[in-house]
């Protein structure tokens, strides 16, 4: 045990949020530049780390600039410094990004007969096919708009496709406007296939952006096109209400869906031979400086080759497939809750799979004894059979009571109409708590058997959505302890009422106690290290970025408390610091499932004390969410989390990242003669056939 000499409030003691942010899509592009994964896997991780920068311009960058300009928090030239950074490292991460595709994954592809065909590489046969497609299929939705007072520069939506072109000589009215602009409708395919006859080997494919490029002539008759260049805007796509002033929730922010669209410019992305006179205009269009334009050796949209998922079927050329396994036995109908009140059922995804959520809920939908249905709504997707079974439920003329979170970023839009289904249907819905996001997954079944009522609760740590369960590694878990029932009941009452529920005995939840009990079993960890007992800490969540509870990790390691923290995304702490962090271990895992647990583990002088959770330890979510941490009660569920949500991951030597205390990752590697381990690979084999609950 050593004293703390540092003082734990020096922000150099801190990793800056964002640039770990970039540090972890570091780590998922070299998920694309690994050779030992299949070639479409390696496509698609470059297609993930484009939607991650997406995200993190939209979002982040958004954040930094609107800071900056209010200077709130930081200073100007704070903020700007950060700025810089984040440039520099995001252009290197770009350019590393084109350069996989280009020297690597296309090539390997066309290995495999898969073809993208730039406009110099088609053949005079498939020139003509593609002249005729666009003419035919192309041209007739696109409108080129030449600037000039009566066409000023138009909209331009926020990610969308555009052109903007150099044209030369007079219009057919006698004037020389020179600058057109061009959007591609979304409406159309992003990457086309050729006919089967215009392929001479396995399948070709052209981007639509190549196929206008090469046609673009003809939107101009009697000019000349000088030169042209696709480019595509990321905007500030954070939606914003009043809070204090709206009366409708769901009026106020559907009103405000279409301002997505159309925030503030953040980033610039234009071809790389795009003429600097060009890239200047369209910077100047969008108030943006030098440091905010990107140049795309490909397409500028790298997300929208996930459209050659729909057209590649060779498994080969993907991860080995796998059917997540399903529960058998008593699970499925009224005997499930017959089965609970013996046993909880603690499923681990997308190794086991969702349907016995599903199940779970469409079994309470059906049965005459179940009264009263409650559920968390935060990002359902698209399409659910979940949510179609609540509807049926309230149709039946069941007590369905629906929080659904109408600011889930990027799914507002679903949620709104799953929220004006499930209304339409008789369920009452509810907005959660203004000024809050409701992040807890939480679902409740209340039954009437004989003279009483019994609760049947599902806690998880990830979302009702039966896509991301198939990708995104959570837990589950499904329990008849009438307390915990109860206690699930209270939260739900909570939030329609808006009291604070009775004090909660099982469950920890924020915005009130969850940070407040985070904090006090790491500090009694520290007390029992201080006294000579042993400490121990493991905790695994997607980020750690809140400083109280970091400067209670620095205090526990001090006091020579072990702590394995398994991060996935961004972490401020930094390990290893001498008489900090010295007794801290933090490992980031990337591998073919997205890890989306989050598990609190306290050896508490051997109680061992175990907690699932919705809540990643950042201040959003401990003080400005509706979160909840639930214990896992039952030994052998206990142990189950502990091994398989862990101990695997940390003894993972595959897809494991260990982060060092000046921010950088190293890759973990199999010591000699180590086997080498995958946990995810070994869930999947563990898991790999149907089984009964244990």
């Known amino acids: 045990m050593r004293k703390l000499s540092l003082d734990i409030f020096d922000p150099r003691l801190y990793l800056d949020r964002d640039m770990s942010l970039l540090a972890f899509n570091a ?51 704070e903020i700007d410094e950060l700025l810089k950074n984040i ?65 000023p520069f138009p909209q331009v939506v926020n990610k969308g496709l555009h052109f903007i072109i150099s044209l030369s000589g007079k219009d057919a009215f006698g ?40 046609n673009i002539d003809s939107l101009f008759p009697q000019r000349k096109v000088v030169a042209y260049s696709q480019f595509r805007v990321t905007r500030d796509s954070d939606l914003w209400v009043d809070e204090e002033e709206v009366k409708n929730l769901r009026e106020a922010l559907q009103s405000s869906l279409y301002s997505r669209h159309f925030g503030a410019a953040v980033r610039l992305e234009v071809a790389q031979d795009c003429p600097r006179e060009m890239s200047d205009f369209l910077l100047q269009q969008f108030n943006l400086e030098q440091q905010d334009v990107y140049y795309a050796k490909g ?28 529960l058998q036995g008593s699970y499925i109908g009224a005997s499930l809750f017959d089965a609970l ?126 896509n991301t369960t198939r990708s995104y590694t959570d837990f589950g878990l499904i329990t008849a302890n009438q307390e915990m029932g109860r206690e699930v009941n209270e939260v739900f009452i909570q939030l329609t009422s808006l009291a604070r529920p009775a004090k909660l005995d099982y469950l920890w939840q924020a915005p009130f106690d969850l940070h407040k009990e985070i904090i006090r079993a790491i500090m009694n960890e520290a007390r029992l290290a201080r006294s000579g007992r042993k400490g121990r800490i493991i905790a695994k969540m997607n980020a750690l970025i809140d400083e109280s509870v970091i400067r209670a990790l620095y205090a526990a390691s001090s006091a020579g408390v072990k702590i394995d923290l398994i991060v996935r995304g961004a972490c401020a702490l930094k390990p290893g610091v001498p008489g900090l962090s010295e007794n801290i271990r933090v490992r980031s895992i990337i591998g073919r499932f997205l890890e989306h647990t989050r598990i609190y583990y306290f050896r508490n002088d051997l109680k061992h004390d175990l907690y699932l959770s919705s809540a990643d330890w950042m201040a959003r979510n401990l003080f400005r969410r509706v979160e909840v941490a639930f214990p896992v009660l039952d030994e052998s569920l206990k142990k189950r989390v502990m091994e398989e949500g862990l101990m695997a991951y940390l003894k993972d030597n595959q897809n494991a990242w260990e982060l060092r205390s000046d921010g950088t990752y190293r890759q973990k590697k199999p010591r000699k003669k180590q086997e080498k381990y995958s946990a995810q690979q070994q869930l999947t084999q563990i898991y790999g056939a149907p089984q009964t609950q244990g």
């Open 341 to 466: 009140k013996k046993k909880d059922i603690l499923l681990h995804h997308p190794f086991q799979s969702f349907q016995t959520v599903v199940d779970f809920i469409n079994t309470a939908a059906r049965d005459p004894a179940v009264i009263v249905i409650k559920q968390t709504i935060y990002r359902a997707g698209m399409t659910s059979e979940l949510m179609e079974s609540l509807i049926s439920a309230a149709l039946q003329g069941k007590e369905v009571i629906a929080v659904v979170e109408l600011k889930a970023r990027f799914d507002e839009e679903q949620n709104i109409d799953w929220a004006k289904r499930l209304e339409e249907a008789g369920a009452q819905v509810v907005y959660g708590v203004m000024g809050l996001k409701t992040h807890a997954k939480l679902a409740l079944v209340i039954r009437r058997e004989d003279d009483r009522l019994c609760y049947y609760a599902h806690l998880g740590t990830g979302n009702y959505n039966p």
């Open 175 to 214: 004037r020389g406007s020179d600058i057109a602009i061009l959007k591609a409708p979304r409406v159309l395919p992003r990457v086309i296939r050729l006919p089967d006859e215009f392929s001479e080997d396995g399948m070709s494919f052209s981007l639509l952006s190549s196929i206008i490029q090469a």
């Open 299 to 326: 397409p500028v949209n790298m997300v929208r080759l996930t459209e050659f998922f729909d057209h590649v079927k060779k498994p080969e050329l993907y991860f080995p497939s796998y059917t997540p396994s399903v």
């Open 87 to 151: 440039s520099r490292e995001c252009h290197a991460l770009v350019e590393k990004q084109y350069t996989i595709l280009n020297r690597e994954v296309l090539p390997l592809l066309a290995e495999n007969s898969i073809h993208l065909l730039g406009r110099k590489e088609r053949n005079e046969a498939q020139q003509a096919w593609v002249k005729t497609f666009f003419r035919e299929h192309i041209r007739p939705v696109l409108t080129p708009i030449v600037l000039d007072p009566a066409h």
């Open 27 to 77: 780590r998922v592009l070299a998920q694309a530049e690994n050779p030992n994964l299949p070639v479409m896997e390696r496509l698609r991780y470059l297609c993930i780390a484009g939607s991650n920068l997406d995200e993190f311009f939209e979002v982040r960058v958004a954040s930094l600039h609107a800071r900056r300009d209010s200077n709130a928090n930081r200073t100007a030239s």
